[in-house]
């Protein structure tokens, strides 16, 4: 055996096996962040770097193969580990903390009597976990299961939302990967919607958090914070005395009652009315809160003055999409776009969501490549991703749905936790 390639599979071996004493040790749940010294990444980053074209980038990391890896804040466990684990379930977070995330994500939607839980929509029970097979709650979603009617061509459908059940209720059901089968005929076929490129094989248990058991997890876990408010589908105030602003404000006092230092935590939110509020209502939350931007670029939203006046308001850290921040040069090589370079200008930071995302890279790498789609053709470009949004765009993190190989870019480029926290210049 070549000798390179011996060492690379040894150390594929030893991360396979330490991240599976990690996830299956029966307290891996009381681990706090004095444990928390080294990662164990497994074969994803080893197989993206191997699959690169010869470069400069790939020789760089190549020669970080063998190194011990540690946590950064640079890489940011998207809803946790969902490339392979069920969204925003214990499991999941557990997950992406062992493979080296700074930062966790818990996005925030509340339940029938007004408590947080930790989910991306919330209209998403349906395609996120087993309510439809629950009779007793499939009955109380805005639109119990009705199967698929072949005859017609009518595909099965279903809304379970997290307001239609209280958090107790909630918490009964097991998560599962997103998705979802059209032609589903039972309760049972619905669930069964996994695109091909994920796996089931850890969906058997995922375990479902409320908003505040999640920051008691990442607590032990020895991780920081960013939640996300979510924008709800009912009517606001909700039931005529719950407003927007007091879901703000409640998402934010979980912190504060969980003694949770506000440096730790970087809420965030696609409305900007949201993020003013934590801005201007809760200033030291909001010095940290994060502008999400998936708008289509425009003149008028990527100019310096817009982003001059959005940091007029007190915003320090904006959020686009990755594909906002990156365009093509006259070579074809990715460089950073005119919305990258005027953020900067303009005194703002910048995260990027969502690398890993988009499955196999072979046809272009999809709705987050868009704009650099011609230059994406194979899984490795990954890491040349990455790479521009860090030395091109200047990004102070990157959300991933597989934390590995954001972590492992981090070590190899020495982006240390303390160099990437998003507070570093304010």
């Not at 197989?47 to 074209?53: G, S, T």
């Not at 003149?299 to 320090?316: T, V």
């Not at 005119?338 to 969502?354: E, H, I, P």
Request: glycine letters at 6%.
């Amino acid at each position: 055996m070549n000798l390179t390639k011996g060492i690379k599979a040894s150390v594929v071996l030893a991360t396979l096996l330490a991240f599976h004493a990690f996830a299956g040790s029966d307290d891996s749940h009381n681990r706090d962040d004095h444990a928390r010294t080294s990662v164990e990444l497994g074969p994803r980053p080893f197989y993206l770097v191997d699959n690169m074209e010869d470069s400069p980038l790939k020789l760089q990391l190549q020669s970080c193969e063998t190194r011990v890896f540690k946590p950064s804040d640079f890489s940011i466990g998207h809803r946790g580990a969902p490339l392979q684990f069920p969204e925003h379930t214990r499991e999941s977070y557990m997950a992406a903390a062992a493979m080296g995330a700074g930062i966790l994500e818990c996005d925030v939607a509340f339940t029938r009597d007004r408590q947080l839980v930790c989910r991306h929509a919330q209209n998403d029970l349906h395609s996120t976990t087993n309510i439809v097979t629950v009779p007793e709650l499939n009955a109380k979603c805005t639109q119990p299961f009705v199967p698929a009617d072949p005859s017609s061509g009518k595909p099965a459908q279903a809304e379970c939302r997290t307001s239609d059940i209280t958090l107790a209720e909630f918490k009964t059901l097991r998560g599962k990967m997103d998705g979802y089968n059209p032609d589903a005929t039972t309760p049972e076929e619905y669930l069964d919607g996994t695109a091909g490129w994920r796996t089931d094989l850890y969906a058997t248990s995922g375990t479902l958090l409320s908003h505040r058991e999640s920051i008691e997890l990442f607590k032990k876990l020895g991780v920081k914070f960013t939640p996300e408010l979510k924008r709800p589908v009912v009517a606001m105030p909700y039931e005529g005395d719950y407003s927007q602003q007091d879901y703000a404000r409640q998402m934010i006092n979980d912190y504060v009652h969980a003694g949770v230092a506000p440096e730790d935590v970087w809420p965030q939110s696609f409305y900007p009315d949201d993020v003013l509020f934590w801005i201007n209502e809760m200033p030291a939350f909001g010095r940290q809160a994060v502008f999400l931007d998936q708008d289509a670029i425009t003149p008028d939203n990527s100019s310096l003055a817009y982003m001059k006046s959005l940091k007029a308001q007190g915003l320090n850290i904006i959020g686009p999409a990755l594909w906002k921040m990156l365009t093509l040069d006259a070579r074809g090589d990715v460089v950073a776009s005119d919305y990258a370079k005027n953020a900067r200008a303009a005194g703002l930071d910048m995260v990027a969501w969502t690398v890993e995302r988009s499955g196999p890279l072979a046809n272009g790498g999809g709705w987050y490549h868009q704009t650099i789609s011609e230059a994406i053709d194979r899984d490795g470009d990954t890491f040349e991703v990455i790479d521009a949004l860090a030395r091109k765009v200047g990004v102070i993190g990157i959300f991933s749905d597989w934390p590995a190989t954001t972590t492992y870019y981090a070590n190899c480029m020495t982006l240390i936790p303390s160099h990437t926290s998003y507070d570093r210049r304010h």
